[in-house]
């Protein structure tokens, strides 16, 4: 005879249950965590924000669209209004070679698409540039090189940035 709990499942199912629950609660607190962040020293935004377009394009992709992110928020500012940054905008760029990958690994990568790399400064820090895009992950060919071109493209564009061409 088996043993049964709550809905009549089996002691063993109910603990399953529980501890699938458990890792999907810790897995969902680690959102931020997949974000990579680059600071861009001795250059100026619009600089930062030349260099990343330059670095995007010098991959052959070509720039969907930039979000002017703070501007947004400005516009939309509910409760006390305070937005952290003092500029801040979202490029947003596509590999049609690469999305065609990640969608016959998995169509639910499809949400991956089109990549996107931040380009924000902190309120009062202007000096202090940071290029940041949510990681895509190792779990297929396809996401580690959407990670690695994502890494490319910021790693070159600070790197223009710092030129201050």
Same mark, same amino acid.
């Given at each position: 005879? %088996?043993?049964? @709990?709550?809905?009549?499942?089996? @002691?063993?199912?109910?603990?399953?249950?529980? %501890?699938?629950?458990?890792?999907?609660?810790?897995?969902?607190? =680690?959102?931020?965590?997949?974000?990579?962040?680059?600071? +861009?020293?001795?250059?100026?935004?619009?600089?930062? @924000?030349?260099?990343?377009?330059?670095?995007?394009?010098? !991959?052959?992709?070509?720039?969907?669209?930039?979000?002017?992110?703070?501007?947004?928020?400005?516009?939309?500012?509910?409760?006390?209004?305070?937005?952290?940054?003092?500029?801040?905008?979202? +490029?947003?760029?596509?590999?049609?070679?690469?999305?065609?990958?990640? +969608?016959? !690994?998995?169509? +639910?990568?499809?949400?991956?698409?089109?990549?996107?790399?931040?380009?924000?400064?902190?309120?009062?820090? =202007? =000096?202090?540039?940071?290029?940041?895009?949510?990681?895509?992950?190792?779990?297929?060919?396809?996401?580690?090189?959407?990670?690695?071109?994502?890494?490319?493209?910021?790693?070159?564009?600070?790197?223009?940035?710092?030129?201050?061409?």
């Amino acid at each position: 005879m %088996v043993s049964t @709990h709550l809905f009549g499942a089996p @002691h063993g199912a109910s603990r399953f249950f529980i %501890v699938l629950l458990s890792l999907l609660c810790l897995s969902s607190a =680690s959102f931020a965590e997949d974000s990579v962040v680059v600071k +861009v020293g001795n250059s100026d935004f619009r600089t930062a @924000h030349d260099g990343l377009i330059e670095a995007i394009e010098s !991959e052959g992709l070509v720039v969907g669209s930039i979000l002017p992110f703070r501007d947004m928020l400005a516009r939309t500012a509910v409760g006390d209004g305070t937005i952290p940054y003092g500029e801040a905008e979202i +490029v947003q760029f596509c590999s049609a070679v690469l999305a065609a990958e990640l +969608v016959r !690994e998995d169509p +639910v990568q499809l949400t991956l698409c089109p990549l996107s790399i931040a380009l924000y400064t902190i309120k009062g820090k =202007s =000096s202090e540039i940071r290029l940041a895009y949510r990681s895509s992950g190792n779990a297929t060919a396809g996401r580690l090189r959407a990670e690695s071109l994502l890494q490319r493209i910021v790693l070159r564009a600070a790197e223009l940035a710092r030129l201050r061409w």
